[in-house]
């Protein structure tokens, strides 16, 4: 998504320069890598901190007036419970215990596989958005003249001053602050780089 919103900011399709398959394993590889390390260092936070809070509420439930609270809580919610149930459906049945046991499963495997798909989704519109965004800062370094600038000659035609976006077997492209052009490398006559000012 990043190289497709990327060409997209300069109108081209990315259809029209494929990357070969090397080069995008790579690049998905750096991608899921930059944009999954946050939310990873984000996930390890929350474990440990889900753990540390546990692990104190363990340690303060031993403390005997907590135990005490506890149980006549406990007994409260019980007898509660078992009144209003009770010309319903009575005690806990086997069956109702072991339904109850996978609900509470489903139900955390849907949690889980939602936050997943709510990564991924995030993950592809960081990608997207990013690609954009490094399309604008070229187009910016460019137009501040801060970057190397491409001088293309065409038969016919005078030169002009280019930035230079992408090559591929047949075709390179090339923006010139106004348009993009999309050459043949047959049609480029002359080529020459001016470097970016240091």
């Known amino acids: 998504m990043h190289y497709t919103s990327y060409l997209g900011r ?25 944009f999954a390390l946050w939310p990873i260092i984000n996930a390890i936070a929350i474990a440990l901190l889900v753990t540390m809070i546990s692990m104190l509420m363990g340690g303060v439930s031993m403390l005997p007036a907590v135990k005490r609270s506890q ?11 078992t009144g209003r149930l009770s010309g319903v459906a009575g005690a806990m049945t ?7 046991r996978v609900s509470d499963m489903f139900y955390r495997y849907a949690v889980g596989i939602f936050f997943i798909v709510v990564a991924i989704y995030g993950a592809v519109l960081a990608s997207t958005k ?13 137009i501040e003249k801060k970057s ?6 065409l038969e016919g ?3 002009f001053d280019a ?3 992408i090559c591929g077997t047949a075709h390179c492209a090339y923006w010139t602050g106004r348009e993009t052009r999309v050459l043949r490398h047959e049609e480029v006559k002359g080529l020459s780089m001016r470097p970016a000012p240091t």
């Open 71 to 81: 149980s006549f809580f406990e007994t409260k919610v019980r007898k509660a419970l």
């Open 10 to 34: 300069y109108g081209i399709e990315s259809t029209q320069f494929l990357l070969p398959i090397d080069r995008v394993l790579f690049n998905g590889f750096t991608s899921s890598f930059a």
């Open 130 to 142: 990013s690609g954009a965004d490094d399309a604008e800062r070229e187009k910016l370094r460019w």
């Open 157 to 159: 035609e005078p030169s």
């Open 94 to 100: 086997p069956l109702s215990a072991l339904l109850f």
């Open 148 to 153: 190397a600038v491409a001088v293309v000659k």
């Open 163 to 165: 930035l230079p976006i």
